[in-house]
């Protein structure tokens, strides 16, 4: 999914995300199995605008955020909203991208989910990163007829959708835990359940200890510089740049998880899960 939160897509302009959508649709072609666009704006045009281009490039799908200044103050106008955008790329299978806590729009996506196909054909499932399990729960439970998508977005608590019957998952931190988040969505498919469980409290481990630090975008793009060398930049104001602070301790703890390799023996503790 590109040009969402971790890559900052409502902090770029409109050619910057063009550009950057251009090159993913690109580079990712007989390499990633879906390049979905995310196309949301505050501006209905500008988000029309970025769905039709998606279409023209060859992306697998398109995503939306909720406008969040004026803000749709029930289901049937952010709706009408959603089907505005879905209309400028009708081939693209569309996802509404539901995350309360950056936007502000408490509209329960289990309600928003109730007859969308109606008003939106193409809407083909969402991005769900908010932590309410039973919002969740009742998204697939009541949609269980339907080939929807549940992609689920927070991290940490991945394990327990996939209980709950997600078919996916969207997250920041699969860009530096990805091995681990691998082997327990292996462990589950296998239902070995107990290493699965394991793995999830693996990830947690380091979550809980970056989010105690301070973490956010800033923080996410100093670990994925630090995890896979390739320098991701700063972030782009009102953000700051992650401390030095930060990521020497972050650094510590995804050694000590075996996330990362050691310089030397005399480093090794024993809090590594297997």
Known sequence: MVNG???EGLSLSISERRQVAEEWVTKGRNKLDQVVIHVGALSLKESQELAKHAAEIGADGIAVIAPFFLKPWNKDVLINFLKEVAAAAP???????????LTGIKIRAEELLDGIQDKIPTFQGLKFSDTDLLD???????NQQRQFAFL???DEQLLSALVMGATGAVGSTYNYLGKKANQMLEAFEQKD?????????CIQRFINFVVKLGFGVSQTKAIMTLVSGIPMGPPRLPLQKASREFTDNAEAKLKSLDFLPFTGLKDRNLEACS
């Open 136 to 142: 969740f729960g009742q998204c697939v439970d009541q």
């Open 91 to 101: 081939a693209l299978p569309f996802y509404y991208y539901h995350i309360p806590a």
């Open 5 to 7: 939160t971790t890559g």
């Open 152 to 154: 689920f977005g927070v």
């Open 193 to 201: 359940f107990s290493s699965a469980l394991n793995y999830q409290f």
